[in-house]
């Protein structure tokens, strides 16, 4: 099977080297790699002149403006042609390894969409404790989804996994609206029509100073919980559709009286004034649809 390596980067050169340079340690070497700069103000030009001679295949663009992560990520993942397609992030470091197990693991599960493993994260023990029990090697969509995102507004998948093309070409796009948190969209997606495979070793250390995400946010909240019901409505019918939209909304209402308290102790005064105006909404099942008032 050929391997796809595709990396969104923006504005981290002084960090993709050390990426790269992992990226070219693999044991099992990509087919193919394209780099998708999303016109940083720090160009990554002259680092990626001295890598991209170290793979067969290297494609390297920089956007003439900004397209945000899911805009960037989309563009990237269409040139893809290998038969697996790796979501790299442009200042990770990758385990030797990394390829080839990913890889491993969706030849021995034809039914698998995508794969993904631990990263530094899980160096974090109650990152650990949040997600006990560790995920099976290979999980039913379905169950993974119930397991890990029903009564959740985080995600267990980061952005780095490996995805089968054919999977990439029933769901794509990522979806705008959802912005830095598209990818956990489409993962939601793969498990309304594949399973979910799992290295159980941690092979990604995470960049330590993410450009995306930012302080506290109540609108990136709702919109989170807006996005699991949106899939709760995809995969769930009848009766299940019923208890899972009860529990997330259970979980969203717990979560708010939480976030309520915390910004109250840190004496944010703008952000309580949006929880007010975020209150939870009621939302009920209408001939298997989704109605929040």
């Known amino acids: 099977m050929r391997i796809s390596v595709c990396i969104t ?14 990226l070219a340690a693999q044991t099992r070497m990509p087919d193919e790699v394209f780099l998708w700069d999303d016109c940083s103000p720090k160009d990554p030009t002259a680092v990626v002149e001295e890598w991209k001679d170290r793979f067969p295949h290297f494609v390297y ?42 890889a491993a693991a969706l030849d021995r599960a034809p039914d698998a969409g995508l794969v ?28 993974f989804f119930r397991r890990h995102y029903l009564g959740r507004v985080d995600s267990i998948i980061w952005g780095t996994v490996m995805v089968r093309k054919t999977i990439y070409d029933e ?13 956990v ?20 250390a995470l960049d330590d100073n993410p450009t995306h995400g930012g302080g506290f946010s109540f609108a990136r909240m709702r919109r989170l919980q807006e996005m699991v019901l949106s899939n709760v409505e995809r995969i769930f019918l009848g009766a299940e ?13 717990r979560l708010w009286f939480r976030w309520m308290l915390g910004r109250l102790k840190r004496w944010q005064w703008g952000e309580m004034w949006n929880g007010i105006r975020l209150q939870p909404k009621r939302c009920r099942v209408v001939k298997e649809t989704v109605n929040c008032d």
């Open 9 to 22: 980067h923006y504005n981290r050169p002084e960090s993709l080297g050390a990426t790269l340079a992992s």
């Open 61 to 102: 663009h920089r956007n003439s403006e900004n397209r945000g992560m899911p805009g960037n990520l989309n563009d990237v993942i269409q040139q893809a042609t290998g038969d697996y397609v790796a979501n790299l992030h442009d200042a990770d470091i990758y385990h030797p390894q990394l390829l080839e197990k990913w």
């Open 116 to 143: 993904f493993c631990r990263d530094s994260r899980w160096d974090n023990p109650r990152f650990v404790q949040h997600w006990t029990p560790e995920p099976a090697e290979l999980t039913d969509g379905v169950e």
């Open 171 to 183: 769901l794509l796009p990522f979806d705008l609206q959802y912005q830095n948190w598209a990818d």
């Open 185 to 204: 969209d489409l993962w939601m997606r793969v498990c309304g029509c594949a399973s979910i495979g799992y290295v159980p070793e941690q092979l990604i």
């Open 241 to 253: 559709l019923k208890f899972a939209v009860d529990l997330q909304q259970d979980a969203w209402r």
